[in-house]
T-cell receptor
């Protein structure tokens, strides 16, 4: 099982770019990296997923170096509504990873 | 499209009582799982299932039972509730079929359980 390590918390201001890094040193060959966002009193929701290099969608970018032992979620120009907890998850039910274990997550606080 | 539906949303139990948290999904997902989340903490995996008739333990299975008789439903049973089981419980499902699917987890809205 690939264990993940993230910073416990981060602060930012509106309009800034935020980068949250996740370490996953024992990631397996078939493992995908997925990031989730969770607001209070809600279940986590999918943000972005990648396997290697860079992936971008309408809300975030995901950077994965060649060794895949870490990944960085980049949120461009954050707003107050981006205040949430962000989790990286390594593994996927698609490829036989059945124990999908979350780390402690990163609590992002965005200030005006 | 309902996604993942959990019932009840709120429940108060006394120590020693039993109850079942219901989870149903309408996406034909083979994979389903239960997590608990304590205040200010992350998600911890209780049990999971990769298909009907197949279940296995997660990180914190003690005090909980599950079964998977259909693809759609994955109930979580507390046989004798304890105050330590006060938590918010999330059910999640995902595809195992590949293709265009990412295998992302779809979560329910959560069930808040208080054990007195």
């Amino acid at each position: 099982l690939a264990k993940t390590t993230q910073p416990i918390s981060m602060d930012s201001y509106e309009g800034q770019e935020v980068n949250i890094t996740c370490s996953h040193n024992n990631i397996a060959t078939n493992d995908y990296i997925t990031w989730y966002q969770q607001f209070p009193s809600q279940g986590p929701r999918f943000i972005i997923q990648g396997y290697k290099t860079k992936v971008t969608n309408e809300v975030a970018s995901l950077f994965i170096p060649a060794d895949r032992k870490s990944s960085t979620l980049s949120l461009p120009r954050v707003s107050l509504s981006d205040t949430a907890v962000y989790y990286c998850l390594v593994g996927s039910s698609l490829w036989g990873t059945d124990k999908l274990i979350f780390g402690t997550g990163t609590r992002l606080q965005v200030f005006p | 499209n309902a996604g993942v539906t959990q019932t009840p949303k709120f429940q108060v139990l006394k120590t020693g009582q039993s109850m079942t948290l219901q989870c149903a999904q309408d996406m034909n997902h083979e994979y389903m799982s239960w997590y608990r989340q304590d205040p200010g903490m992350g998600l911890r995996l209780i049990h999971y299932s990769v298909g009907a008739g197949i279940t296995d333990q997660g990180e914190v299975p003690n005090g909980y039972n599950v079964s998977r008789s259909t693809t759609e439903d994955f109930p979580l049973r507390l046989l004798s509730a304890a105050p330590s089981q006060t938590s918010v419980y999330f059910c999640a499902s995902s595809s195992t079929s590949g293709g265009a699917d990412t295998g992302e987890l779809f979560f329910g809205e959560g069930s808040r359980l208080t054990v007195l």
